[in-house]
């Protein structure tokens, strides 16, 4: 959300700015980096056994997740109120994570287009990081280097 915000937020125009929050996903997807859920359909499993403790904690990954994100653009964009910063930085935001979602989607309701987005974002996008075991602090550093630069361009 960080990265995606950030970036987009350079863009002239509204649309430019919906495409680049839309690739910075897959562009920091080809980097190593934390997958803080088990897996996807690990997590859709539990949702739809119907037993709330079984995804509760997914949840509750997702939900502190997303908050942090939206805290952070709003603290560092230095505004002192929701409104004050532009409704299309939180735009770019939430397109950012949609390839996320749409992972989540495919597996609740399958299609055929949704698929076809599972199979391009999973597998040649995530190929390098799936198939490589990079050690942890390479993880940790793409994603802090991903999030400094995304602080230095939003705190302007």
Known sequence: MLFGAAIASLAPNI?????????????????????????TKASVKKI???NKKEY?????????????GLALIFSISGATTVHAIAWTTYLFALVAILPDGLTV??????NALLKKHHQIHSGPIHYLTKQKNFPLFWKVFSQSLAAAISIAILSV
């Open 15 to 39: 649309y430019l700015g919906v495409f680049l929050a839309l690739a910075s996903h897959y562009f920091l997807d080809l980097f190593p980096h934390i997958e803080y859920l088990e897996s």
């Open 48 to 50: 739809k056994s119907g």
């Open 56 to 68: 509760l904690a997914d949840g509750i990954k997702v939900l502190l997740d997303f908050s942090l």
């Open 105 to 110: 989607i495919t597996h609740l309701f399958p």
